[in-house]
């Protein structure tokens, strides 16, 4: 099968670039697919010469680089839809490019046949509204003015996209399912989990690279290390994190957060909760469990998460684990067994006495993150990628059918 994959980068440092990386590896080497691959930017990826001759079994992975336009958040989006639509139309027509479908994680065109669906822009605009209502004197007037019509432009295309039935859609968690059955009436979505390498994340891997990790980042051995990886900490739960900390000060809490984030405001929060020398924020890394060897416990008490993919590997690698109903995660996560799940994501006070809690008993600690090691194993990325080809073949025999 010829599948067009619409993504604006793919690499292994943010949860759903990687889950994409491990998703396309397996359908070109365990089914056979020709995948093209439109992105501006692809890491950590092997990919074929677009020139070369292949015979009709081997799988492939080709990647056709899309010119990036430079500007903010909504010029660009605005500019990765055109250039990757026209693209895709050149090689149609100069090279004869047809393919059997067109695959995109999110909405990145607009003549997708299959989405897997994570963000659900609707849903983030509502926490943006409301975080605006609690705090209307926000500074940056600007940026809050070019987020509200960034939001607006997504959800806009989200109604036109999701609501065709014609597209076939899959979603990461059964939160988002539920998600696009309320706003979209969508019932149709199947759930199809993100996986996790064992093999990559373990816990004796981890013990093997905690004594460096920590040691690189000044941590002692007697601090209680906080681990949240993500991209919008405040969604995250980076806010409350801090709160909590504030609220126990004898305790060694300190928090490592990794992400694409801005830290300047999170940074004002610490200070004036007099904990910033706790704090320390990192840009996102492809070796990522070099992050997870260097915590104790990670905890994303989330706003919002389609899935939550760091959750998951921190599990494999037997950390316990703290997140909230709100994450597509939580659902296969047994409370108290093999994580904890905050009904709240906001009460500070309730996750600064699960984290006393944690401090102090290090059986519970290990107890737990050796039940979610072991939960974990069967979340594959083969049971993955089987469910996504499944998925891509019902869609293209539908197709057929249409034409």
Same mark, same amino acid.
């Given at each position: 099968?010829?599948?067009?994959?619409?993504?604006?980068?793919?690499?292994?440092?943010?949860?759903?670039?990687?889950?994409?990386?491990?998703?396309?590896?397996?359908?070109?080497?365990?089914?056979?697919?020709?995948?093209?691959?439109?992105?501006?930017?692809?890491?950590?990826?092997?990919?074929?010469?677009?020139?070369?001759?292949?015979?009709?079994?081997?799988?492939?992975?080709?990647?056709?680089?899309?010119?990036?336009?430079?500007?903010?958040?909504?010029?660009?989006?605005?500019?990765?839809?055109?250039?990757?639509?026209?693209?895709?139309?050149?090689?149609?027509?100069?090279?004869?490019?047809?393919?059997?479908?067109?695959?995109?994680?999110?909405?990145?065109?607009?003549?997708?046949?299959?989405?897997?669906?994570h963000a659900l822009f609707h849903r983030i605009r509502e926490l943006a509204r409301a975080e605006n209502a609690e705090e209307p004197r926000q500074p940056g007037f600007f940026r809050?003015?070019?987020?509200?019509?960034?939001?607006?432009?997504?959800?806009?295309?989200?109604?036109?996209?999701?609501?065709?039935r014609k597209i076939s859609l899959a979603a990461v968690s059964q939160r988002t399912a539920d998600l696009l059955a309320q706003f979209f009436e969508r019932r149709d979505a199947r759930?199809?989990?993100?996986?996790?390498?064992?093999?990559?994340?373990?816990?004796?891997?981890?013990?093997?690279?905690?004594?460096?990790?920590?040691?690189?980042?000044?941590?002692?051995?007697?601090?209680?290390?906080?681990?949240?990886?993500?991209?919008?900490? *405040?969604?995250?739960?980076?806010?409350?994190? +801090?709160?909590?900390? !504030? &609220? %126990?000060?004898?305790?060694?809490? $300190?928090?490592?957060?990794?992400?694409?984030?801005?830290?300047?405001?999170?940074?004002?929060?610490?200070?004036?909760?007099?904990?910033?020398?706790?704090?320390?924020?990192?840009?996102?890394?492809?070796?990522?469990?070099?992050?997870?060897?260097?915590?104790?416990?990670?905890?994303?008490?989330?706003?919002?998460?389609?899935?939550?993919?760091?959750?998951?590997?921190?599990?494999?690698?037997?950390?316990?684990?703290?997140?909230?109903?709100?994450?597509?995660?939580?659902?296969?996560?047994?409370?108290g067994i093999e994580g904890f799940i905050l009904d709240d994501p906001r009460d500070s006070g309730a996750l600064s006495a699960l984290l006393v809690k944690l401090h102090g008993d290090?059986?519970?600690?290990?107890?737990?993150?050796?039940?979610?090691?072991?939960?974990?194993?069967?979340?594959?990325?083969? *049971?993955?990628?089987?469910?996504?080809?499944? +998925?891509?073949?019902? !869609? &293209? %025999?539908?197709?057929?059918?249409? $034409?």
């Open positions: 099968m010829r599948i067009a994959v619409v993504s604006p980068f793919v690499d292994r440092r943010h949860g759903t670039e990687r889950a994409l990386a491990e998703l396309l590896e397996r359908l070109a080497r365990n089914f056979g697919c020709e995948v093209h691959l439109y992105a501006e930017r692809v890491e950590d990826l092997v990919f074929d010469d677009p020139y070369t001759s292949r015979s009709g079994e081997a799988g492939a992975i080709v990647w056709h680089k899309v010119p990036s336009v430079g500007g903010p958040h909504l010029v660009k989006f605005f500019g990765w839809m055109v250039t990757n639509s026209l693209l895709r139309w050149r090689d149609n027509v100069s090279r004869g490019s047809s393919f059997d479908l067109v695959l995109s994680p999110g909405i990145n065109c607009l003549n997708a046949d299959v989405i897997i669906v809050r003015l070019h987020r509200r019509f960034y939001y607006g432009l997504l959800t806009a295309l989200e109604r036109r996209v999701y609501c065709d759930v199809i989990s993100n996986g996790v390498d064992a093999r990559q994340f373990s816990i004796s891997e981890r013990l093997a690279r905690r004594r460096d990790a920590r040691r690189r980042r000044n941590f002692n051995e007697a601090d209680f290390v906080l681990l949240l990886i993500g991209n919008d900490w *405040r969604v995250k739960g980076v806010p409350p994190i +801090l709160a909590a900390m !504030a &609220a %126990a000060p004898t305790l060694p809490l $300190h928090l490592l957060a990794a992400g694409d984030d801005d830290a300047d405001s999170f940074r004002e929060m610490a200070e004036r909760l007099s904990i910033l020398d706790r704090c320390r924020w990192e840009t996102p890394r492809a070796d990522v469990i070099d992050l997870y060897a260097a915590a104790d416990v990670y905890v994303s008490p989330s706003s919002e998460d389609s899935f939550g993919l760091p959750v998951a590997e921190a599990m494999a690698c037997g950390l316990p684990v703290v997140t909230s109903v709100f994450a597509g995660v939580s659902s296969s996560i047994r409370n290090e059986t519970l600690r290990r107890r737990v993150g050796e039940a979610a090691a072991r939960a974990v194993q069967k979340w594959t990325w083969e *049971r993955n990628a089987e469910a996504v080809w499944q +998925l891509l073949k019902d !869609a &293209a %025999a539908r197709k057929r059918e249409a $034409h």
